[in-house]
């Protein structure tokens, strides 16, 4: 069985940048099968792998919508084909991107389409990251469950540990699955480091990582730069190699 790490959050916070450099980290350190899953509508997480694709999952929705299959094909056996046509294959990880929803109001067959493919798909890989939409919705939808490990990601504004707090009581309130809940510290000033780490507190979150402000990330956004391109010695990715070297859930 798979290891499935989700990272959740407010908007903006940094949940991308943390699943690539996840994405990274797992492949320095010799694992082979890793699977990583876009599934926020506006679909980053390609850009910030460095990896192209042609479909998501909403394009095959899409499809599926407007035609008639041939007689005989069942629509499940005919979409796990069409999901496995749109895995994109790189020599180090693959990757799955969900794409946008069906519209306003309307999410059930693209929840379902999300949670089928963590079900069955995870399985045959020893690890996946999920880059969730932001917000609280992919847990009101229930378009994540069944995690070994969420991630929380917030930076040092106090929406995003008030929004961090009630990831933490949705998780429990709609009862879905997460072995481990973990909070990400991003963006920390050293100056405001002491105030940060008394709101992590109040979210009742062990700390997993604590990231402090990177004006090569900032720059690495505005150029354009793929985040997987960070070099080793940058302070973010020496962060998050620290907190993986000494995690105890990996």
């Known amino acids: 069985m798979g290891k499935v790490i989700a990272i959740s959050g407010k908007g903006g916070v940094g949940k991308t940048l943390i699943s690539t450099l996840l994405v990274r980290w797992l492949t320095e350190n010799n694992i082979k099968n890793i699977l990583a899953i876009d599934a926020d509508p506006d679909s980053n997480l390609a850009e910030s792998l460095d990896t192209e694709y ?39 990880f693959d990757l799955l991107v969900m794409g946008r929803p069906e519209g306003p109001g309307c999410y059930c067959a693209v929840n379902h389409m999300l949670r089928s493919i963590i079900d069955s798909t995870t399985k045959a890989y020893e690890y996946t990251i999920v880059d969730t939409e932001a917000g609280l919705e992919h847990l009101s939808r229930r378009t994540t469950e069944n995690v070994d490990v969420m991630l929380i990601v917030t930076d040092t504004s106090r929406k995003g540990f008030k929004t961090a707090a009630r990831i933490k009581g949705l998780l429990q309130e709609m009862n879905i699955k997460a072995n481990k809940i973990f909070l990400v510290l991003n963006r920390i000033k050293e100056e405001d480091k002491e105030i940060i780490k008394e709101e992590a507190k109040l979210t009742g979150l062990d700390v997993a990582m604590e990231i402090f402000e990177d004006p090569l990330v900032r720059k690495y ?7 997987i391109k960070l070099p080793r010695d940058s302070e973010t990715y020496k962060a998050i190699e620290n907190a993986m070297e000494s995690a105890e859930w990996m």
């Open 221 to 227: 956004d505005l150029e354009g730069i793929p985040l």
């Open 54 to 92: 042609d479909k998501s999952i909403g394009d095959i929705r899409e499809e599926l919508s407007c035609k008639s299959l041939p007689p005989g094909v069942e629509r499940k056996k005919y979409l796990e084909g069409k999901i496995f046509e749109i895995t994109v294959e790189t020599d180090k």
